[in-house]
């Protein structure tokens, strides 16, 4: 066990001290839900929008900029370690153009899912269309850097996916066109599907590097116990039981594509069991609070109806795990960002 803590902890500085110099990979490639959009929602119609304080009250500038948090997401934080000073803009706004677009891409859109019903249902952008703008992205990326740099850059980027819980919480828990007639387990299998075919999509495209997150323990989101917990403490287990089969089942999938794809790397993110011991457990990761979010009550606000410029906030945001009642704080982020370091990022990159 010391001896594979310490592979670990040199596995770990060695990544660091390279990743100073320049980044370890070319490009950032970003497609999914609120987990890993940086204002893609801004430029569409839709209440699922970040685009008002507080949200982005410790990010910098201090402005909101689509992101559903204080400050910076862990793919922002992720992005740091890897060496980049800058994060691609999201896709739909006028700043990703010209040079911007050799920084990769973001095509995520908070309130989508693996399902494209999903985003039907809170009016943004489902995952089939963000497949179709990141083709537009690489003929545009052709033009900016020409073909060849184009190809290399698609290759070496790292792709990352955020996607499935919406799938749950804003579609099958809330939606008896869906849950009358698949069992869990069948949905979950549904999305899975489409998980694969979309990697294997992307694969086709030239992607070699692919990271998915898992589930975040569902039923522990401060929504969730308000809505489905009955006011509860502790968590909905029912919901953070469908997403261990869930995660079981996307990790079976990525074993698979990886075996199936000459070349391929695929790493699923375990942000299941961190998220899940910071909630059981805050005081030992330094948090006070991890059943309500910082923001307004902390129970139901998320989107501009309820997170907005009149709610209170909690004195201390480093001292709560989640920011609104759905997404965790900047300072929860951090601890997944690290996590998924030891968890494989260095293998993928
Ligand atoms: C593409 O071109 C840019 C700017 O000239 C350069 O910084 C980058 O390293 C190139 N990327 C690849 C993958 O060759
Ligand atoms: C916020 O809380 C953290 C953790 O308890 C503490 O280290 C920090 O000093 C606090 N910041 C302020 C401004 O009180």
Redesign the pocket.
């Known amino acids: 066990m010391g001896g594979l803590i310490l592979v670990f902890t040199i596995a770990i500085a060695v990544f660091f001290s390279s990743g100073i110099n320049s980044q370890l990979v070319?490009a950032i490639i970003t497609f999914g839900d609120s987990t890993v959009d940086v204002g893609n929602n801004d430029y569409i119609k839709t209440v699922f929008q970040a685009d008002h304080p507080p949200y982005g009250k410790d990010f910098t500038n201090h402005q909101p900029t689509g992101r559903f948090c204080n400050g910076k997401l862990a793919t922002d934080l992720t992005a740091d370690n890897l060496g980049f000073t800058s994060y691609a803009p999201p896709y739909l706004s006028p700043q990703a153009s010209g040079k911007n677009l050799?920084l990769g891409a973001n095509f995520a859109s908070a309130g989508s899912g693996y399902d494209d019903t999903t985003a039907e249902l809170s009016h943004v952008i489902p995952l089939s269309q963000q497949l179709q703008y990141f083709k537009e992205y690489q003929s545009k990326l052709t033009s900016v850097?020409g073909s060849k740099?184009a190809s290399?850059?698609i290759k070496?980027a790292l792709y990352i996916i955020g996607s499935g819980n919406s799938d749950f919480l804003q579609n099958y828990y809330v939606n008896p066109f869906i849950n009358k007639h698949y069992t869990v387990d069948e949905y979950s299998s549904y999305l899975i599907s489409i998980f694969s075919s979309f990697v294997k999509s992307l694969y086709g495209q030239g992607a070699r590097r692919i990271g998915a997150t898992s589930l975040a323990p569902i039923g522990c989101l401060p929504l969730a116990r308000t809505i489905f917990g009955q006011h509860e403490r502790g968590c909905v287990a029912s919901f953070n039981t469908d997403a261990q089969q869930f995660n079981k089942k996307i990790n079976a999938a990525a074993t698979q594509l990886q075996r199936q794809n000459p070349g391929l790397k695929i790493v699923i993110f375990d942000i299941f069991k961190p998220l899940y011991d910071l909630v059981q457990n805050p005081t030992k990761f330094g948090f006070t609070e991890a059943t309500k979010g910082c923001c307004g009550t902390g129970t139901v606000e998320t989107t501009s109806i309820l997170c907005n410029q009149k709610s209170g906030i909690c004195s201390n945001s480093t001292e709560y795990v989640f920011w609104d009642s759905v997404h965790p704080s900047q300072a929860a982020n951090q601890v997944l960002a690290d996590t998924l370091i030891i968890q494989g990022i260095p293998l993928i990159a």
């Open positions: 070319p050799l850097a740099n290399d850059t070496g």
